[in-house]
């Protein structure tokens, strides 16, 4: 197991101290996921905060009619399901790959005791929790004000590294729209 490039997404996010850093790395467990596993499924209660070294997965609700997708993360991302994680309740979320994944991931109680031992653990999972609500708020604006073109040509500016890696079905959840009008759009380009 080479933590290499958690350390360093670490480290570009906060400088925490040394016996931080042992702890957290002498904590993470390796986990590979092939396509199509779960990470954490519907109803489950999300225990863990993940680092994806390779591979990609969504983070998503299906609300028995379609998959409404919130957000995708990709390689040197860290990254839960923060409410339940958080919380403790069972997350109405669920976090699958779309790719074969190693991912290292860390368990909650870990995060918890070292944070309480160590401000730096506490500021650095600070930074960490807080990135999520500003995301989500900017998700949920752009999806109550801007039509379907506009949330594909900012996907576009935004995320150009995953227009290749990803379904054109999930691309269209994301956006919000049906697979028929975003190839309408496409087709526009």
């Given at each position: 197991m080479n933590p290499t490039s958690f350390i360093q997404t670490i480290e570009s996010i906060s400088k925490p101290e040394?016996?931080?850093m042992d702890v957290l790395?002498?904590?993470?467990?390796?986990?590979?996921?092939?396509k199509g596993?779960?990470?954490?499924?519907g109803d489950e209660t999300c225990r863990?905060?993940?680092f994806l070294e390779k591979g990609l997965v969504k983070l998503f609700f299906?609300?028995?009619?379609k998959d409404f997708i919130m957000t995708f993360f990709s390689e040197n991302s860290f990254f839960t399901e923060l409410s339940g994680f958080l919380t403790g309740n069972p997350s109405k979320y669920m976090i699958v790959a779309l790719e074969p994944c190693k991912v290292f991931r860390i368990h909650k109680n870990v995060i918890e005791d070292v944070c309480k031992k160590y401000h730096s653990a506490e500021t650095l999972f600070s930074k960490l929790y807080r990135k999520a609500p500003v995301n989500m708020m900017?998700?949920?604006?752009?999806?109550?004000?801007d039509e379907g073109k506009k949330r594909y040509n900012n996907f576009l500016k935004q995320r150009?590294?995953?227009i290749q890696r990803i379904s054109l079905g999930d691309l269209a959840d994301y956006i919000g729209i049906t697979q028929v009008s975003l190839s309408r759009i496409?087709?526009?380009k």
């Open positions: 040394q016996p931080v790395v002498s904590n993470l467990e390796l986990k590979t996921y092939r596993d779960f990470l954490l499924k863990y905060f993940y299906d609300n028995g009619d900017g998700r949920i604006s752009e999806m109550l004000e150009p590294d995953l496409r087709a526009q």
